[in-house]
T-cell receptor, first 115, second 113 residues
C-alpha cells in the first residue's frame, strides 16, 4: 500500500522568509512518481511538479525548489523568499507507474505568509 | 490547451434530494477522469475514476454514483443526499497515454442541510 505523510499541518511565516514543506512517502513499487500540488483559497488544485523515482536530481523553478531523497523516502518543497500569494494548502502525492495507478495524497500543509 | 470545467460552483441541497454534478474537459481526447471529495479535514478522497465511456471504477462504497456518457463528460450523482455528502468535489483528468499528473477543475462546494 502507498502512503504519504505530511507531518506539518500548519505553518506560518513572515513574508521573505524561506519555508520548507516536508513530505515522506511509503511504497513497495520500485518505480513511482511524486508530485506537489498547491490549493489556493479558490479551491482548485494547481499542479506544481512531478518527479520520477529514478531521477533524484533536485529541481529549482524560480523561488521553488524540490529536494528528492530516495534514501529517506522524502520529497521536500522549499519556497525561498516567501510571498503572501504563496499562502495556500500544499499537497504532496505519490503514484505508481502501472496502467491503473492512482494518486495517493498527503493530508496537506496549510501555509500562511504574513505581510 | 486543455481546460476542465465543473458546475455548479456552489450548491446547497436539502437532505434526501438528488444530486448531479457535471465535469467536462476540452482540448484532449480519451482522457482518464476522476472524482474526488475533500471534506473539512482537507484530505482528498478518490471517489470514482474512468478510463473510457461507460467505464467507471468506484473506490469506496457510498451514497454516490458516477457516469461517463461521453468521452469528455463525467457526472457525479446521488438519488438521495445525506448530511455526510457535504464537501468540496473536484474533478480531474489525466492523459490516457501516460498516467501521470492529474489536472483539476475549479471544484463544486456542496452543502447538504
Amino acid at each position: 500500500a502507498q502512503k504519504v505523510t505530511q507531518a506539518q499541518t500548519e505553518i506560518s511565516v513572515v513574508e521573505k522568509e524561506d519555508v520548507t514543506l516536508d513530505c515522506v512517502y511509503e511504497t513497495r513499487d520500485t518505480t513511482y512518481y511524486l508530485f506537489w500540488y498547491k490549493q489556493p483559497p479558490s479551491g482548485e488544485l494547481v499542479f506544481l511538479i512531478r518527479r520520477n523515482s529514478f531521477d533524484e536530481q533536485n529541481e529549482i523553478s524560480g523561488r521553488y525548489s524540490w529536494n528528492f531523497q530516495k534514501s529517506t523516502s522524502s520529497f521536500n518543497f522549499t519556497i525561498t523568499a516567501s510571498q503572501v500569494v504563496d499562502s495556500a494548502v500544499y499537497f504532496c502525492a505519490l503514484s505508481g507507474t502501472g496502467a491503473n495507478s492512482k494518486l495517493t495524497f498527503g493530508k496537506g500543509i496549510t501555509l500562511s505568509v504574513r505581510p | 490547451s486543455q481546460t476542465i470545467h465543473q458546475w455548479p460552483a456552489t450548491l446547497v441541497q436539502p437532505v434526501g434530494s438528488p444530486l448531479s454534478l457535471e465535469c467536462t474537459v476540452e482540448g484532449t481526447s480519451n482522457p482518464n477522469l476522476y472524482w474526488y471529495r475533500q471534506a473539512a479535514g482537507r484530505g482528498l478522497q478518490l471517489l470514482f475514476y474512468s478510463v473510457g465511456i461507460g467505464q467507471i471504477s468506484s473506490e469506496v462504497p457510498q451514497n454516490l454514483s458516477a457516469s461517463r456518457p461521453q468521452d469528455r463528460q463525467f457526472i457525479l450523482s446521488s438519488k438521495k443526499l445525506l448530511l455526510s455528502d457535504s464537501g468540496f468535489y473536484l474533478c480531474a483528468w489525466s492523459s490516457s497515454r501516460a498516467l501521470v499528473e492529474q489536472f483539476f477543475g475549479p471544484g463544486t462546494r456542496l452543502t447538504v442541510l
